[in-house]
């Protein structure tokens, strides 16, 4: 019953977030807002990316070994260099799928 009253929960205040630009279309927020709503998807991407890195199996994995968070930090520099989206892509699952490769790691 407690799942069930949980996703309930979930689903109005989604709902509930979703309508509100629905029902006030000229709803504006305050400047130092709209700023902030500017970082919501670089933090969101990176909470949801940062832990497959660091703990590919679930436990910390910071050593040579481990592909993803070599080919994280490979994508990261491209990023910078580049500026390009696609080249980002490209270059780290290149790097990530040979380095899973080269560790042994790819069941082949």
Known sequence: MQI?????????ITFL???????????????LVEQGLHYVPVAVLTAIVVPGMLMPTGEWALDWRN?????????????AVTRNLLATIAGGLLFFFLLRWAFGQLPL
């Open 4 to 12: 069930w009253l949980l996703i309930l929960g979930m689903l109005a």
């Open 17 to 31: 977030t979703r309508y509100s630009f629905f029902a006030w279309p000229n709803l504006r927020f305050p400047r």
């Open 67 to 79: 592909a993803y968070l070599l080919a994280g930090v490979l994508s990261i520099l491209i990023a």
